[in-house]
């Protein structure tokens, strides 16, 4: 089969490797959309400490079922299927309380198992056991079911911060993460809600999911900090989402957070570059909750689906770029420009 083989950072070539065999309790996909994540990008350029090359990554998929293991009841061939990264132990303290995205024990398919940037994928027991697996609902299409890892996270991100219909919800980042949020904010009944970025073409993009303003926050500047309190009567933002890798956007989500606001870093920062310096005083005079949020637990997975299915949110105006594999390359650079939302990849 073709499969897009990652060799070491910076070079990634498509390949003739085997075809997956059917483990006895897993199955095999044939994998129809794969998602470019920013993971993805990262992967490519840098290495990731997961990832031995050579190695097939891709975590973002949807697919076809064609092979079941003789002991699986769970999935039939020809069943249309959303493949999510996590695969949880199901045996850890936070699991057994149902809180798996904290899962001590948490592994990801294109990390501990080849991924989906290949005509076919199998899928592991463990998966198949305490994964994200779920069937694509009736009239969602290949393209837009594979985005549906990332908006889940968004989801788990929402409900740990309560966002709700009192909420002046700020988003700190106009990628598809940052779209995503607006939306998921929006259907959880934010009453204003402002996205900024430092590209005005990111903020362009992004004018398709109606956030009530946009404003660009230049590095340096404090304006959009003073923006944000006069769009809100002194008050600051009671949601504040940091969804870009900023230690300057984390200073600033702090500084305009309103008193017992919650603020979501939800954008990793570069391991080599990770300490920010803040006034702590604003968390402790001001009662702010700050809360890390990265992954989710499979209910959310299933509920973007739904969520796709219906409308709530509008996948299909994420995808701006849709690409053999043996284009990879292109989608890469439109990803890392700025000139694409999402870009997906089909066998």
Known sequence: MKALVFLEPGRMELQDVPKPECPDRGMVVKVEACGVCGSDLRTFRNGH???????????????????????????????????????????CWYCRRGIYYLCVNQR????????????????????????????????????????????????????????????????????PIGCFHVEIARVRGARKIILMDVLESRLELAQRFSPDVLIRNAPGSSEHIDRVFALTDGLGASVVVVACPSGEAQQD???????????????????????????????????????????????????????????????????????????????????????????????
């Not at 994200?132 to 929402?158: D, Q, T």
């Not at 570069?270 to 001001?286: E, G, M, Q, T």
């Open 49 to 91: 400490p997961r990832v031995r090359p050579p190695w097939v990554i891709g975590h973002e998929v949807a697919g076809v079922v064609v092979e079941v293991g003789k002991e699986v009841r769970k999935f039939s061939v020809g069943d249309r299927v959303a493949v999510a990264p996590p695969v949880y132990c199901g045996v």
């Open 108 to 175: 990801e398919l294109a990390q501990a198992w080849p991924g989906g940037f290949a005509e076919y994928m199998a899928i592991p027991e463990e998966a198949l056991a305490f994964g994200s697996i779920h069937r694509i609902p009736e009239g969602l299409s290949f393209e837009e079911a594979a985005i549906s890892e990332p908006a889940s996270s968004c989801v788990n991100a929402h409900e740990i911060a309560g966002t709700s219909l009192e909420d002046t919800v700020v988003i700190i980042g106009a990628g």
């Open 253 to 347: 989500a702090i500084a305009m957070a309103a008193k017992g606001g919650r603020i979501l870093f939800f954008g990793g920062l570069p391991k080599d570059n990770s300490k920010v310096a803040f006034d702590s005083n604003l968390i402790h005079y001001r009662g702010l909750h700050v809360i890390g949020a990265t992954t989710f637990s499979p209910k959310h997975h299933e509920v973007v689906l739904d969520m796709f299915a219906t409308g709530k949110i509008h996948a299909r105006e994420y995808i701006t770029h849709v690409l053999p594999l043996e284009k990879f390359a292109e989608g890469f650079d439109a990803l890392l420009s700025g000139k694409a939302l999402k870009v997906v990849l089909k066998p």
